[in-house]
């Protein structure tokens, strides 16, 4: 673990009785993990740095509300989640596409940045619930009892959404051939 000069709980108590270069260096430390977040919901540059905005500026707005200043990665997280799924709700198509659990065999070995692309086509191919599930546990290294308070439901679904994506990443991506060496999910099981 890294050392931080200042703890989080810290740079809270201070944002809460007003002092922003505390919130700054708050944003400045969570900035990079919710926009990376948001990304892979959303899937739109723009609109994961207009969502990002967003979060920071709710969340200092709503800075009083959050009890445990332990808890503040959930509760920055659930912002974020909100935010991404009204957006998310308001751009839906009428009629959603059905998702197609195989990708089209590839040929021939695959070069880090094809296996890159690859991944984040299996990972588009998830219902949104899913691909946050993956998100959540393996990019962003969330336990499952944080996300169970990021999603708002419970840990056992949860857990079974993060098991079904990862079961339908590893069908889309088993007819790659990467030379003998598998695609590393984050290794959740």
């Known amino acids: 673990m890294i050392f931080r000069e200042v703890e989080d709980r810290d740079l809270i108590a201070k944002a809460r009785r007003g002092h922003v270069d505390a919130y700054n260096v708050l944003v400045s430390r969570w900035e990079k993990r919710v926009f990376n977040y948001l990304l892979r919901l959303v899937r739109q540059r723009e609109d994961a740095l207009d969502l990002s905005q967003d979060v920071f500026l709710k969340a200092y707005q709503n800075l009083k509300k959050l009890d445990d200043p332990a808890k503040f990665p959930p509760w920055l997280f659930r912002i974020a989640h909100n935010e991404a799924y009204s957006l998310l709700r308001k751009n839906r198509p009428e009629g959603e596409l059905t998702v197609e ?12 940045i094809e296996s890159t692309l690859a991944v984040r086509r299996a990972l588009e191919r998830l219902s949104n619930d899913q691909r946050e599930a993956v998100v959540l546990k393996v990019y962003q290294g969330f336990k499952f009892e944080e996300m169970a308070e990021i999603l708002s439901c419970p840990v056992s679904t949860v857990k079974s959404r993060l098991y079904t994506a990862l079961d339908l990443l590893k069908q889309a991506l088993a007819p790659i051939n990467t030379g003998g060496a598998p695609i590393n999910m984050g290794g959740v099981e």
């Open 101 to 112: 659990p195989r990708m089209a065999e590839a040929s021939g070995g695959l070069f880090p």
